[in-house]
């Protein structure tokens, strides 16, 4: 696909021709973010899959006439300069014709790059389509023009974007202040001699939105600076919705790193919390992802001895997922090592699977942890993962995330639970 820059001869005939030119820009510098974590050669694929879908959409979605070139060599901005319509009334497109273009290609675009399967998109990558006109002066030369049209255009999907992230934040905040926040449970079972050691408690937006999703609440809150916030308003929920859980039954609580600084969440205010609400910290697992514990080890070694001092487990999850700071966390001392569900996944199909799997157990048995192998959806994986001598599990299978009341709270915590 050649630049703009190769077919700005053309393009400056067509703006003196008509007296005017129309672009719409394709964004897709969210999926630069491929070539950091993958390398070149798959954003180079990537880019390539993008290029592709941005050029059928010529003759469907926009007309097979309109030029179609790169931003630069190289790089992840499309560029669609519309071309003449036909008949003189309709030779110039209105301002809301180019906002119904490039809502059309955005939402096109878009919907195809979730029906990828690629490996390399996963997450919210999305492309933005922007506007902008020119016309022709006669004092300007002409390139000086076509370039200005590419300035605003890049301007418009600026704006777009500054206004995107700030109704994503809107919705967000109308979220919090409406305690829109609801929490439900997900047992957490003894797979060596059944029974259940806890629930975790898990947070969801209101139901029947993009919200309800806890992947896109924690991600509008990560783009909109307010992780703490939601972190707050979620582990305040969950620890009150905990309430009529039941002695020796424990709870899981995921926390983010700037929690373990809330002076809410410390100390005398912390006790007198959970007294209220009928809970002990004893019966409370902290969970952090093994990600957070590496890269913040010195922070967290400090601020785990503050909870463990007064009676918190500790839960590390998302082991096996990629992470290598093992020795570090043997040096934690967690009570819980949570296996990344993309490990517990086909485990009875994968020998590379089982024998990583048998090798953290070991890890686990020497630093005295509990292993919970998360994501079991199968029978097989269950049958695995008892097999290794994993001790607990959790999942679909063992149970689906649901509000508290719906489960038989009055059966007993397995044996090795209470040790």
Request: some cysteine.
């Given at each position: 696909?050649?630049?703009?820059?190769?077919?700005?001869?053309?393009?400056?005939?067509?703006?003196?021709?008509?007296g005017?030119?129309?672009?719409?820009?394709?964004?897709a510098?969210?999926?630069?973010?491929v070539e950091?974590d993958?390398?070149?050669r798959?954003?180079?694929?990537?880019?390539?899959?993008?290029?592709?879908?941005?050029?059928?959409?010529?003759?469907?979605t926009?007309?097979?006439?309109?030029?179609?070139?790169?931003?630069?060599?190289?790089?992840?901005?499309?560029?669609?300069?519309?071309s003449?319509?036909?008949?003189?009334?309709e030779?110039?497109?209105?301002?809301h014709?180019?906002?119904?273009?490039?809502?059309?290609?955005?939402?096109?675009?878009?919907?195809?790059?979730?029906?990828?399967?690629?490996?390399?998109?996963?997450?919210?990558?999305?492309?933005?389509?922007?506007?902008?006109?020119?016309?022709?002066?006669?004092?300007?030369?002409a390139?000086?023009?076509?370039?200005?049209?590419?300035g605003e255009?890049w301007?418009?999907?600026?704006?777009q974007?500054?206004?995107?992230?700030?109704?994503?934040?809107?919705?967000?905040?109308?979220?919090?202040?409406?305690?829109?926040?609801?929490?439900?449970?997900?047992?957490?079972?003894?797979?060596?001699?059944?029974?259940?050691?806890?629930?975790?408690?898990l947070?969801r937006?209101?139901?029947?939105?993009q919200?309800q999703?806890?992947?896109?609440l924690?991600?509008?809150?990560?783009?909109?600076?307010?992780?703490?916030?939601?972190?707050?308003?979620?582990?305040?929920?969950?620890?009150?919705?905990?309430?009529?859980?039941t002695?020796p039954?424990?709870?899981?609580?995921?926390?983010?790193?700037?929690?373990?600084?809330?002076?809410?969440?410390?100390?005398?205010?912390l006790?007198?919390l959970?007294?209220?609400?009928g809970?002990?910290?004893?019966?409370?697992v902290?969970?952090?992802?093994?990600?957070?514990?590496?890269?913040?080890?010195?922070?967290?070694v400090?601020?785990?001895?503050?909870?463990?001092?007064?009676g918190?487990?500790?839960?590390?999850?998302d082991?096996?997922?990629?992470y290598?700071?093992?020795e570090?966390?043997?040096?934690l001392?967690?009570?819980?090592?949570?296996?990344?569900?993309?490990?517990?996944?086909d485990?009875?199909?994968?020998?590379?699977?089982?024998?990583?799997?048998?090798?953290l157990?070991?890890?686990?048995d020497?630093?005295d942890?509990?292993?919970i192998?998360?994501?079991i959806?199968?029978?097989?994986?269950?049958?695995?993962?008892?097999?290794?001598?994993?001790?607990?599990?959790?999942g679909?299978?063992l149970?689906?995330?649901?509000?508290?009341e719906?489960?038989?709270?009055g059966?007993?915590?397995?044996?090795?639970a209470?040790?």
């Open positions: 696909m050649p630049t703009y820059h190769e077919q700005v001869v053309p393009l400056t005939e067509q703006l003196r021709l008509q005017h030119l129309a672009l719409v820009l394709i964004d510098s969210e999926l630069a973010q950091h993958y390398g070149s798959a954003f180079e694929q990537v880019l390539s899959t993008v290029s592709g879908l941005v050029s059928e959409l010529r003759g469907t926009v007309r097979t006439a309109d030029v179609l070139t790169l931003d630069e060599r190289g790089g992840n901005a499309f560029l669609l300069f519309l003449p319509r036909r008949g003189e009334d030779g110039r497109p209105r301002i014709d180019l906002e119904a273009i490039c809502q059309r290609v955005g939402e096109q675009l878009n919907r195809r790059l979730t029906d990828l399967r690629s490996p390399y998109l996963r997450g919210r990558r999305r492309v933005t389509a922007g506007y902008a006109v020119v016309f022709h002066n006669p004092l300007i030369m390139e000086r023009v076509v370039a200005r049209l590419v255009a301007e418009s999907v600026r704006i974007r500054m206004q995107a992230d700030f109704q994503r934040r809107c919705r967000l905040q109308d979220v919090l202040l409406g305690h829109q926040i609801a929490t439900v449970f997900q047992p957490i079972v003894d797979l060596q001699k059944g029974g259940v050691l806890g629930f975790e408690a947070s937006g209101p139901a029947g939105t919200q999703s806890p992947a896109d924690f991600d509008t809150a990560a783009a909109t600076d307010l992780v703490f916030e939601l972190d707050r308003h979620c582990r305040r929920r969950a620890l009150r919705t905990a309430r009529e859980l002695g039954l424990l709870l899981f609580l995921n926390v983010v790193p700037a929690s373990m600084y809330d002076r809410d969440f410390q100390g005398t205010s006790i007198e959970l007294e209220g609400l809970l002990s910290p004893e019966r409370i902290l969970e952090v992802s093994e990600q957070y514990a590496i890269q913040n080890y010195t922070l967290f400090e601020a785990l001895q503050n909870f463990t001092q007064l918190f487990s500790i839960a590390v999850d082991i096996g997922a990629g290598s700071g093992l570090k966390i043997a040096h001392n967690p009570r819980y090592l949570k296996f990344d569900m993309q490990l517990v996944r485990i009875d199909q994968s020998h590379v699977k089982r024998e990583m799997a048998r090798a157990k070991t890890f686990a020497k630093m942890a509990r292993i192998a998360e994501g959806e199968r029978e097989g994986e269950q049958r695995a993962c008892v097999e290794l001598g994993i001790d607990f599990g959790q679909y299978l149970g689906r995330p649901a509000p508290l719906t489960f038989n709270l059966a007993p915590a397995p044996p090795s209470r040790g």
